[in-house]
């Protein structure tokens, strides 16, 4: 087992990258592949006294910047530190990829190289929440907006994938993200996606409330991936709030600075319980191997659970073991899709039926070349 | 000015409330009636000794309770008191409604009798929440699923108009709720309303991330009803599992306890900026009157503050500020749905042309009883 592990992709990077690849050869003793600019990496491994460890260097002379546009850049960029990471994947060289650099160059080298496992239509992007149980699974967190309700379907199959066999969960509750408990509560797409779920051998226990989701109701939460980013980020947004104004308070005078230095097991446990470095990183599942993208800001211990992150992936077989529960449950899909299509065809149908008629009554032809060609 | 207050509303309904209406008659001198059950309406405000007040007592002999579909509770309740409380608002005997039961109901009720604003599609909630540098407005919380471009275009408005006139900031910043700053970063829906965003003349800064929302970078941002419930419920789970943590944390030993003793106007602080009851409640904009809706679990406090806000919505004329500005901004609207209904008719030409030599060609005509008949 090979893990390649993109140097140049992060805040912190080389430098934290690095650091967390050395805890992590320490840890696990996994051989470790760093992508990126040899010799910066090579610099930072001498600087960390890493010689020993079983760590090597691919050179990958460019990188994908956070702010670019992930298509744009990977189609330039062709030696970029994720795209030849994700190419020794494909070569079979490294059984698995993690990166903390553009999570949007990652997904899109992911789904252009790696491709979607059979039947997935298209990845996801999962992380793991804090809640007052212990943690949540929430998927997708980014990487599609305007899903399909099979699409969500898809998300509820391979988070309860990841959370029974990474996560180590026997049998993983999954809840859809939803405005109220009730069956019909929620958008058009939730509503059908709830249908879907339902028929499954899931462990599905219907809607999840935005409110329920940190009490821990359910293992894995399934959502778009518009709702859960916008949902992730505000947390993150409430959390940043809540830690500025404790240390504001609690820095204001000296006496405040004693009392708080006397709660600080208090305050770091909270810091810990909602610190994404615990986590490591958020798996994409549904690809054709392991990609786990970390955190922009992520530190070496970050790194180093995102590597563990990769590892649990490569030796729990979780890409197969999803492409088989895809396939267990591709005959509901394909009945909603066959039934989809019957309604759709009736729709278009109806519509011929009216337009012609339209037409035929009104001459509302106005700004359409194709209303005057003859009916065939 | 008179105020209708649902006293049979809410987790604490009738004291809490009616303990409000006791502050608020007490603090602006404003009339009030309190609508629900009689009996016990008045012996809540003997208890409180608030005989001298302008608060009189409107009977209703129905309440709708918290977890009941709001639609069918409405038509089957006619002497619901959220319903009876709008029909006073209907007939003109108060200018404003505050409830703090069923949002639903309340929603439902407010729409059905006394109907959208001219020029408005759907109602929207608007809700204060705590930022970095104070508090933004997030509209809409739930009012609305599956919005339309249209709609939420609407909502920066309404949400403008919000802001300027009650929370009485000159030109407010509206933002749109999305996953990246850049202008195409979106779903459909959210992408088409950037465009109609822009062309408006509201002080529009471009997409709002979820993370920037609690730094405070727009006073009003807009995103579906779903999205909306979505993010605003998760954010009260996290500060719920925070309190929990920081409660746990802080009781576990005698010694603790004395130091959280010691800081305790730091977590009240903290405490208050988050709390719902500061900011009272959730408008409900776009409709023929003013309806103040109370979070379920309002105190006196939160009741006596809702208040306020019913009292300042008709001080500033909101309902009318916003049909103007609705109005004042028709010609975007308008000429984008032309637009619209334009490529509507070139997809259903298209359509009909495929469909039609679909049929010549290939017979395909199952299940469908209509492509049997002849073109008119």
């Known amino acids: 087992m090979r893990i390649a592990v993109d140097g140049m992709g992060g805040d912190y990077a080389p430098q934290a990258i690095v650091e967390g690849a050395v805890l992590a050869a320490q840890e696990y003793n996994t051989p470790i592949v760093l992508v990126g600019d040899e010799a910066h990496l090579e610099r930072e491994l001498d600087r960390l006294q890493a010689r020993k460890l079983p760590i090597s260097v691919c050179h990958a002379a460019e990188v994908v910047h956070m702010d670019e546009a992930p298509g744009m850049a990977l189609r330039r960029k062709r030696f970029s530190s994720i795209r030849v990471a994700i190419e020794l994947m494909r070569s079979g060289e490294v059984q698995a990829v993690v990166s903390a650099g553009n999570t949007g160059a990652a997904l899109a080298a992911s789904t252009m190289i790696l491709k979607p496992l059979r039947g997935v239509d298209r990845p996801a992007i999962a992380t793991l929440l804090p809640t007052q149980k212990g943690f949540s699974v929430l998927v997708d ?58 028929q499954s051998n899931l462990n599905f226990i219907g809607n999840v409330e935005g409110k329920l ?84 800001s992520s530190t070496p211990k970050a790194i180093k659970n995102a590597i563990h992150m990769a590892k649990r992936f490569i030796e729990e077989r979780v890409s197969e073991r999803i492409q088989e529960d895809i396939e267990r449950h591709s005959d509901i899909q394909n009945e909603w899709l066959v039934r989809r299509r019957r309604i759709w065809r009736q729709i278009r149908n109806h519509m011929t039926f009216r337009s012609e008629r339209d037409a035929g009554e009104t001459g509302d032809v106005d700004d359409n070349p194709q209303s005057s060609l003859p009916p065939l």
């Open 141 to 198: 967190v980014g990487a599609n907006v305007d899903c399909k309700s099979t699409q969500l379907f898809q998300f509820g199959i391979m988070g309860s994938v990841f959370a029974k066999y990474v996560l180590g969960k026997p049998t993983p509750s999954v809840g859809l993200l939803a405005i109220g408990e009730e069956d019909t509560k929620g958008n058009d797409v939730t509503r059908e996606a709830f249908s879907l779920l339902k």
């Open 213 to 296: 989701f940190f009490r821990g109701l359910a293992d894995v939460v399934v959502c778009d991936g518009f709702i859960g980013n916008i949902a992730l980020k505000m947390c993150e947004g409430l959390a940043e709030m809540y830690h500025q104004s404790l240390k504001a308070g609690l820095t204001r005078t000296l006496w405040r600075r004693l009392v708080a230095w006397l709660i600080r097991p208090v305050l770091n446990d909270i810091r810990r319980r909602v610190d994404a470095a615990e986590y490591g990183g958020a798996p994409l599942l549904g690809i054709n191997g392991t990609c786990i993208i970390g955190h922009g």
